[in-house]
């Protein structure tokens, strides 16, 4: 059975940082692109960051780039998402997600229907 559990959700001021992890189970963790979305209250489920499952290639969504940083650890079968700079708007319940090898590219790896198994959110709220 496929599991992955998010952690490290919080309050936190804008301004200031934050890693949320997501450690996977039940699957051979280093053949999945792994990606990060977050749902905003009262809105879609939008993408934010993806890694391929080397690690060697990273992918985000405009609104973050430059702030977040996705990195993986293949051997703890984890995949983090560092949030620096964080703005009020990044406040959102914050999924990981696993995506099958073979997808690869921004144009795959953004969609939501590329991705098998979810975890279940953390939520990260940024105070003004």
């Known amino acids: 059975q496929v599991q992955l559990v998010e952690s490290g959700g919080g309050l936190v001021q804008a301004g200031g940082s934050l890693r949320i992890s997501c450690t996977a189970s039940?699957?051979?963790?280093?053949?999945?692109?792994m990606g990060w979305f977050r749902q905003p209250p009262g809105k879609e489920r939008l993408f934010v960051a993806a890694i391929s499952w080397t690690g060697s290639r990273t992918y985000y969504a405009d609104s973050v780039k430059g702030r977040f940083t996705i990195s993986r650890d293949n051997p703890k079968n984890t995949v983090y998402l560092q949030m620096n700079s964080l703005k009020p708007e990044d406040t959102a319940v914050y999924y990981c997600a696993a995506a099958p090898s073979g997808y690869a590219g921004l144009g795959f790896l953004s969609r939501r229907d590329v991705y098998k198994n979810w975890g279940q959110g953390t939520q990260v709220t940024v105070s003004s």
């Open positions: 039940g699957l051979s963790f280093s053949n999945y692109a």
